[in-house]
């Protein structure tokens, strides 16, 4: 955490600063307070950052400083690998220029209708964000002008590299004005980015928030895989499912400790926030209250929990995660004091899983994966605190009147001591009811690349297709290029065709960028591609729902129609291996019976992975 700085003190034009104050951000993350002087600067930047440090608003807020106005044309380009990405950067500028008048971003990605992108395209706008193949074609027809580029980022490039992005994306950098800045991010620092940094990058400032290892003791640490709209849903079960003294709830923003401290409030717990808008004397009576267990929970920042030292609290939930390893092991050291156990768990989106592992090589602990307490468990619990009152009560109280009552009631009313508990149970659990478990259906883990826009924060589209199971994790800076093991590819695959070949001048890139982001398959689930002249082939998983599998039918690539079909033999042409290290005697089979479905799992021999086969290699294009 950056202990001091505001935003203001970063020199930011005022209705940047009333936007940011807008949404909430109380002060810069790390990543922000490093970069934003430099590329308000106007140097060129290399900066090493994952989802869920606020990189965007790094390079958006100064990118936009920069800004001239009252010119149109494109000055901002930014390069995205996905098309969820595209539309997350151009709705976070968006928000980030609010009170920016006459400013448009437009977002460029693949899949959607020219026509419309030609009239905005048309109408103008100072900042586009889209995916590389959709820029360059554009770019190739001449309906994307760079010469007033002023600045362009490339986001998230290491990714754009294992996409096979990488050679459009310097195509399009080569087709930018030499004095323009370059932005460049990236979650691993390989050498191929490295080399385009310093091809394209002038002195260019490195930035890297390094993680401070530091160790934390006495606290269990578990986190929960989810996407940002299972949030709150996620968050009840845990206080209803885990036992506590006191809690404390991070997130990130003065609005969302307003927020969620409300909804809490009105399910019934004695909540109240804590943020920076508070006054210390405000902050210390809300603390006072914690300490004195008028409240069981506290929502807050980080800066407004800072030093905060309450030993009932005994459970510490992150609700958006940290920006860096140093405010996660702070705002975990909020419980287990004074020598007390403590437990912390963490909410993880999937595009945060990087986030996570970082904060668990840098405290040198797992973070255990949890599952959300089932309505059977919560409706346990329920009955066990139940019980457990009636304990006391009948231990501690004088219930001489009621035991009167009873008597009286069981005469008069002609029923049994059961019915009368019974009824009484039952007028007594009304506001926390016992009966339970139904009301808390099963949430269900994202999957994959979780590549989706929070539906809190940034609109709700739905996903089309996610791979189960979660992604291979990459270590530290291994070369993207070159041979690699295909661990994940040990599922069951289908060679599929489709009608694009190297007469349409396609390439590798294309294609799994083009099924990656109309798909929504992780390009690590693509498998071998081979490039024939009039078409090519593409090893998929072979439970694609059929409902992609026709969407695909109609992707275009190279301004072909994908027509996509379970490969049936294609005729004695030699590909070009593109993705494939194998030998060209592993061609697609003639023999194999054909189907236009997906989801049929007939493998000849040498077409593509056998399920259980032993991993393949490849060289990457
Ligand atoms: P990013 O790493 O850019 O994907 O940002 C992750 C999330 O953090 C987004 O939801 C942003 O709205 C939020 N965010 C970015 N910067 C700040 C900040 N300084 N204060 C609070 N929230 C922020």
């Not at 494109?74 to 539309?87: G, H, K, M």
């Not at 004695?572 to 592993?586: I, K």
């Not at 697609?588 to 040498?606: K, L, V």
């Amino acid at each position: 955490m950056s202990e001091s700085l505001t935003f203001s003190q970063l020199a930011l034009p005022e209705p940047l600063l009333r936007a940011v104050t807008e949404l909430g951000y109380e002060t810069p993350s790390p990543i922000q307070a490093a970069a934003i002087p430099k590329l308000l600067a106007g140097e060129d930047l290399l900066g090493q950052a994952q989802t869920g440090t606020g990189k965007t608003a790094a390079f958006a807020l100064p990118l936009l400083a920069r800004l001239d106005p009252a010119q149109n044309e494109p000055q901002i380009l930014v390069l995205a690998p996905t098309r969820e990405l595209a539309i997350q950067v151009a709705e976070a500028f968006q928000a980030y220029a609010r009170f920016m008048p006459a400013f448009h971003v437009l977002p460029l990605y693949g899949g959607q209708s020219y026509t419309n992108q030609l009239k905005s395209l048309k109408r103008g706008s100072q900042v586009i964000v889209g995916t590389p193949g959709r820029i360059l074609d554009h770019l190739d027809r001449g309906t994307l002008q760079l010469d007033k580029l002023r600045a362009i980022v490339l986001d998230e490039a290491d990714e754009m590299l294992r996409m096979g992005f990488i050679d459009d994306v310097q195509t399009i950098m080569d087709a930018t004005p030499a004095g323009r800045q370059v932005a460049m991010f990236s979650a691993t620092m390989p050498s191929q980015i490295r080399a385009i940094a310093q091809k394209h990058l002038k002195n260019a400032q490195e930035i890297k928030i390094e993680s401070k290892t530091s160790t934390v003791e006495r606290i269990t640490q578990r986190y929960v895989m989810l996407d940002g709209n299972q949030k709150l849903d996620a968050l009840t079960r845990v206080l209803e499912g885990e036992e506590y003294d006191a809690s404390i709830i991070f997130v990130r923003t003065k609005s969302a400790t307003e927020e969620i401290s409300e909804k809490l409030g009105a399910r019934g717990y004695a909540v109240a926030c804590l943020n920076g808008d508070m006054n210390q004397a405000n902050r210390e009576q809300t603390i006072r209250r914690l300490k004195a267990g008028q409240i069981d929970i506290i929502v807050a920042t980080d800066v407004a929990a800072r030093g905060l030292d309450v030993e009932r609290i005994s459970l510490v939930i992150n609700y958006d995660i940290p920006y860096d390893s140093e405010a996660y092991v702070h705002r975990i050291g909020r419980t287990g004091r004074a020598g007390r156990e403590g437990k912390a768990i963490l909410f993880v989106s999937p595009r945060e899983r990087r986030l996570l592992r970082t904060i668990e090589q840098a405290t040198r602990q797992p973070i255990e994966k949890m599952s959300l307490p089932t309505g059977e468990v919560i409706e346990q619990r329920r009955i066990e605190q139940f019980r457990e009152q009636l304990a006391n009560t009948i231990e501690a109280k004088n219930l001489s009147f009621f035991q009167d009552l009873i008597n009286d009631w069981r005469e008069k009313l002609e029923t049994t001591d059961a019915d009368l508990a019974a009824a009484l149970l039952f007028l007594a659990q009304k506001d926390q009811p016992l009966n339970v478990a139904k009301q808390f259906p099963e949430i269900r883990e994202p999957h994959a690349r979780g590549e989706r826009p929070e539906r809190t924060e940034r609109g709700d589209r739905p996903a089309r297709y996610e791979r189960s199971g979660e992604r291979p994790e990459r270590t530290g800076d291994r070369p993207e290029r070159g041979p690699r093991q295909r661990r994940e590819m040990q599922g069951n695959y289908n060679t599929y065709r489709i009608e694009v070949g190297k007469e349409h001048g396609v390439r590798a890139g294309d294609i799994v960028g083009a099924i990656a982001n109309e798909a929504n398959i992780d390009s690590q689930f693509i498998g071998n591609i081979k490039l024939f002249d009039h078409f090519s082939t593409v090893e998929l998983p072979a439970d694609i729902p059929n409902e992609i599998f026709q969407h695909l039918k109609k992707v275009y690539v190279r301004k072909q129609k994908l027509n996509i079909s379970v490969d049936n033999g294609a005729p004695a042409e030699r590909p070009t291996y593109e993705r494939s290290e194998r030998p060209a005697s592993d061609r697609p089979s003639s023999d194999r019976p054909g189907s236009d479905r997906p989801g049929s799992d007939r493998r000849p021999s040498g077409a593509g992975p056998r399920p259980g086969a032993a991993p393949k290699r490849r060289t990457r294009d």
